[in-house]
């Protein structure tokens, strides 16, 4: 084939998910139970090899029942 017919591959972004009680995941779909009631800052981190984008949102939890 031409070089030019040759189409590198694009990069899926690194998913990871820090959910501020010590604990940690990676995917685009997660799930996870928090133990003890609090507040908590959850990090939602996706990365490329051209960028970086972090988001924050933080929760209560209230019951963990």
């Keep these: 084939f031409p070089s030019h017919d040759i189409r590198p591959s694009v990069d899926q972004p ?3 998910w820090r959910f501020g009680d010590g604990l940690s995941s990676s995917g685009s779909s ?3 139970i928090y133990m003890q009631n609090g507040t ?3 990090v ?6 051209d960028s970086t984008v972090v988001s ?4 209560k939890v209230n019951d963990t029942k």
């Excluded at 924050?56 to 929760?59: E, G, L, S, V, W």
């Design 30 to 32: 997660v799930r996870h």
């Design 14 to 16: 690194k998913i990871e």
């Design 44 to 49: 939602l981190t996706l990365s490329d090899a």
């Design 40 to 42: 908590y800052n959850v």
């Design 56 to 59: 924050n949102i933080t929760i």
